[in-house]
């Protein structure tokens, strides 16, 4: 379902890089429904890239799908003519990583869709940074786990509260019943936390304890 929901938002006709592709699941689903003209999948471990050989050579999509062992954003080369990213199932901070050190290999041009297994506030900071806005977000529940999904275009400067970098300035917006559902859990757990804090012996960080203080009242504010 997950897989699913990020191909639903990779553009008709795009030239897709996949990074992190494990088993070239994605690019190879795409091109056999005619979405994609061309793709990249990129994978720095040898294990998953012999897998996405493996899957392209299967699907006899191998002359238009380019299999690469590449650390990141290097999998791309200038003349893939690359019009969209996808990078999923790792976390926000390691796919804000990858863009970060790959930024020489981005245009400017390309449409990111990504899907971090937590750390999404941090991604959304870069993006910020980058001037890339969010045009659309995503929140599901697959095997008891929340997964979001982030679409973003390079559009020049763009401002989010920390509150919208938290939770997403989109989904604030939408409050999906996923969403709220999250959050619901997230504050259970934060006020447990924050009670085993209480208790606690030993002292604990100031910081650390005002910083989740503050994520309870944020949750408390968005769900009341």
């Known amino acids: 379902m997950r897989l699913e929901r990020v191909a639903a938002h ?3 006709g795009a030239r897709l890089a996949d990074i992190g592709s494990d088993h070239g699941y994605l690019p190879v689903a795409l091109m056999r ?4 003209a061309a793709a990249v999948a990129g994978e720095v471990a040898l294990t998953p890239f012999h897998a996405a050989e493996r899957t392209v050579c299967e699907s006899g999509q191998d002359l238009r799908i380019s ?3 590449a650390n990141g954003l290097a999998a791309i080369e200038p003349g893939d ?3 969209a990213i996808s990078i999923c199932g790792m976390g926000g901070e390691t796919i804000r990583d990858i863009l970060d050190s790959g930024k020489a290999r981005l245009t400017g041009q390309e449409r990111l869709i990504l899907q971090p297994n937590g750390g999404e506030q941090p991604l959304r900071q870069w993006l910020m ?3 890339y806005r969010i045009l659309f977000e995503e929140l599901l529940r697959e095997n008891r786990f929340d997964y979001e999904i982030i679409v973003a275009e390079r559009t020049g400067p763009v401002v989010y509260t920390v509150e919208q970098l938290y939770f ?3 989904q604030m917006q939408a409050r999906s019943p996923a969403f709220l559902a999250k959050w619901q859990r997230l504050l259970r757990h ?5 009670t085993h804090f209480a208790r606690a012996r030993q002292a604990l960080p100031e910081e650390k304890v005002q910083d989740i203080a503050r994520q309870v009242r944020w949750i408390s504010e968005l769900l009341a």
């Open 67 to 69: 299999v690469r062992l």
């Open 33 to 36: 429904r005619g979405v994609i």
């Open 168 to 170: 997403g300035p989109l």
């Open 190 to 194: 934060k006020q447990r936390t924050l």
């Open 81 to 83: 003519g690359i019009t």
């Open 129 to 131: 940074e980058n001037g």
């Open 10 to 12: 990779v553009p008709a």
